[in-house]
């Protein structure tokens, strides 16, 4: 299918995102969908909307357009055999393109919720549904597509919009020629920066993340008084795969995350030591095929939605959001993972909104493109964004505090970054003072063993020195370690003071914890992904009521857990 010559006015596919389906796939289709007659000209769906329907192209050709009625940029022309969409129609985000009709001919509709019913029961079409429309997502944020954001690369706003939209055309105010012309076109004025442009063409003027995510259409609302089976704090790669096994054994399962999903793996910029992909693959694409996966199976992921405290109610958990929504489990996973922790030196908080990071996706790295930058960590968050800087900075210098760059990091890191002349590794170096105006321009540091100091241009400072998790928000109900971590199994204590045996477990019956967040745990994504799964199972005996949860759960110093009162 993916070999077959492309017809006169149609786009070769190169990439594999657009297969041509064969006469017994179209007919399999056909039985669920509805023939309809097209004219040129005619549009099947419109950039910023949700698309309910998958179309396959019978005769004819359709044009896939941005900004249609405005810069009507052709991206690809598709003939028949060919299936149109991407992964927002499996997600329910908004399209971030258009389709046209170029030459008149027939398609074929098939209906979302009919479409998830011919890939349950045909695998092998369902597949090469799911991995085309991923791969068309990937080509359309390397051709620009998406939202357009227009900010100064000095500004925290345009900063904050960037890490949570994609995929997005960044417009960068302080060098972009054209941002002027394309402000006073839109009607902004200067100190309504950042603005984003939307796929449908609407303007938002320094959107909140809550805001942007309803204009994507992550934001979906939960029924009041709904009882779900599960509940998943967290959607990095922990829960993310419970949402993916728990969803698909039955579970109705819900998910709820305060910034977005993939959690710090979807701020990895490569992962290379992840099963099943030698080739390596981002955080970001990660992260959006665990979305999908999850999403197919039925799971509900919500995004920014924060949490904001813990109730325990007629022996189920309510957990209340920021917003006054709130969310109901018989279950509930805490997957809330950890935050890097800061550099105690002066005027970081200057700095933080303009120069500091604490990721190093594509994103972080356009913002020091040409720049020299400074990494300081000697784990593998701080190998792994020191390799990709490398294609977007003047050059990398990496900061240990202690002599052996393989005490905390992966061998295979430690070896490419020892072959790559771009990287620098200053041994027993600590940073002491950060130098500069508005923005920084150096980083003073210290040899810890000699007391010798020295100045390093860096206008970008990327900083990976561990970890403190996210617990606040659970006000002390369930019981952590003496680093705020959460216990769980045998670390945790029942109501009657004994040790829990339950693995992954809280002091709270039917609560449990995975992931970063836990206790114990090995900060790799693929423990997180197997603790996730893990949970899952427990759950199942909890709810069966094989897991022997206590009768009743106690705080740290042993009184009765508020959150047991009905």
Not at 12 to 17: K, L, R, W, Y
Not at 281 to 301: N, T
Not at 335 to 353: H, K, N
Not at 427 to 452: F, I
Request: with cysteine; aromatic share 4%.
């Amino acid at each position: 299918m993916d070999g077959e010559p492309a017809g006169p006015h149609e786009t070769p596919d190169g990439s594999g995102a657009h297969p041509r389906l064969d006469e017994e796939q179209i007919r399999s289709l056909e039985r669920y969908g509805e023939r309809r007659t097209t004219q040129t000209g005619d549009v099947l769906f419109n950039a910023g909307e949700r698309v309910s329907e998958l179309y396959v192209v019978l005769t004819g050709a359709v044009a896939i357009v941005e900004g249609y009625g405005a810069e009507d940029r052709v991206l690809s022309v598709h003939g028949p055999g060919r299936f149109l969409g991407e992964v927002g129609l499996l997600t329910g985000q908004v399209t971030l393109v258009s389709a046209v009709v170029q030459q008149p001919g027939e398609v074929l509709a098939v209906p979302l919720h009919q479409l998830r019913e011919v890939v349950a029961r045909d695998a092998v079409l369902g597949d090469l549904i799911l991995r085309s429309c991923l791969l068309r997502r990937w080509a359309l944020i390397g051709m620009g597509a998406g939202f357009k954001i227009l900010g100064s690369r000095h500004s925290p706003d345009t900063r904050r919009l960037r890490e949570f939209a994609a995929p997005h055309r960044w417009i960068d105010l302080e060098e972009d020629p054209s941002s002027e012309v394309l402000l006073r076109r839109l009607g902004v004025e200067p100190h309504e920066t950042p603005v984003i442009v939307c796929p449908g063409g609407d303007i938002l003027r320094n959107p909140s993340n809550a805001d942007l995510a309803r204009a994507a259409g992550l934001v979906a609302p939960h029924s009041a008084g709904e009882l779900c089976d599960l509940v998943v704090v967290g959607a990095g790669p922990a829960g993310l795969a419970a949402a993916v096994y728990g969803a698909s054994e039955g579970l109705d399962t819900v998910v709820v995350d305060g910034v977005s999903t993939g959690g710090q793996a979807g701020t990895s910029p490569r992962i290379d030591n992840y099963l099943g992909f030698p080739a390596g693959i981002s955080g970001p694409e990660l992260a959006e095929r665990a979305v999908v996966q999850a999403e197919r199976f039925g799971a509900r992921i919500t995004v920014p939605l924060k949490a904001s405290s813990l109730e325990r109610v007629d022996g189920h958990y309510v957990v209340h959001l920021e917003g006054g929504e709130q969310v109901a489990g018989r279950t509930l996973l805490l997957a809330t993972g950890a935050r890097y922790r800061r550099l105690p030196v002066p005027r970081l908080e200057e700095f933080e909104p303009t120069s500091v990071y604490y990721a190093a996706t594509e994103v972080e790295a356009q913002m020091c493109r040409s720049d020299p930058v400074v990494v300081v960590g000697g784990g593998n968050s701080a190998g792994q964004a020191s390799l990709s800087l490398t294609r977007h900075a003047a050059c990398v210098r990496l900061l240990i505090r202690g002599g052996d760059l393989g005490k905390d990091m992966s061998r295979y890191l430690v070896d490419q970054i020892e072959r790559n002349p771009n990287v620098e590794v200053l041994r027993h170096t600590e940073v002491r003072e950060l130098v500069g105006q508005e923005v920084l321009e150096a980083v003073v540091a210290e040899n810890n063993q000699t007391g010798e100091r020295l100045q390093v241009p860096a206008r970008a400072l990327f900083v990976f020195i561990g970890a403190d998790p996210h617990v606040d928000w659970l006000a002390g109900q369930v019981e952590l370690d003496e680093d705020g971590f959460v216990l769980t199994g045998t670390g945790a204590r029942d109501g009657s003071g004994d040790l829990h045996a339950v693995a992954l477990e809280t002091n709270l019956p039917g609560v449990f914890a995975a992931g970063d967040v836990r206790s114990g745990s090995i900060k790799r994504v693929a423990a997180a992904v197997g603790e996730g799964a893990m949970a899952v199972r427990l759950v199942h005996q909890h709810l069966a009521g094989d897991g022997s949860p206590p009768q009743e759960a106690r705080t740290v110093d042993g009184r009765p857990s508020p959150s047991t009162a009905s």
